[in-house]
């Protein structure tokens, strides 16, 4: 049974930072690309960054382009979102998604991905 679990989520003041990790398991994601979305209640799941399988393409939402920095782990089967200078408008609902295909390019589109983690809560105060 393949599973994505995220964590690190939590609530943090304006301007802080938060580190989410999103561990794979059941199977290896280490030739497939992976991404980070969010979600809000009342709106579309959103694209947030998104990783090739060698790391070397990510790809950014504009809105958070130069804040948050999205990164890979192969040898432990690990995905990371790096998030700083946070800000209200950042406050959702992460989930951490991964590609069925090998060697397939990065997406920003929720159906092109086929595994998914259950989400971790991101607060933002002002």
């Known amino acids: 049974q393949v599973q994505l679990v995220e964590s690190g989520g939590g609530l943090v003041q304006a301007g802080g930072s938060l580190r989410l990790s999103c561990a794979a398991s059941?199977?290896?994601?280490?030739?497939?690309?992976m991404g980070w979305f969010r979600q809000v209640p009342g709106k579309e799941r959103e694209f947030v960054a998104a990783?090739?399988?060698?790391?070397?393409?990510?790809p950014y939402a504009d809105s958070v382009k130069g804040r948050f920095t999205i990164s890979r782990d192969n040898a432990k089967n690990t995905m990371y979102l790096q998030m700083n200078s946070l800000k209200p408008e950042d406050t959702a609902v992460y989930y951490c998604?991964?590609?069925?295909?090998?060697?397939?390019?990065?997406?920003?589109?929720?159906?092109?991905?086929?595994?998914w983690g259950q989400g971790t809560q991101v607060t933002v105060s002002s």
């Open positions: 998604a991964g590609r069925a295909d090998p060697y397939g390019a990065t997406s920003s589109l929720p159906r092109e991905y086929d595994y």
């Open positions: 059941g199977r290896t994601f280490s030739r497939n690309a």
């Open positions: 990783i090739s399988w060698t790391g070397t393409n990510t």
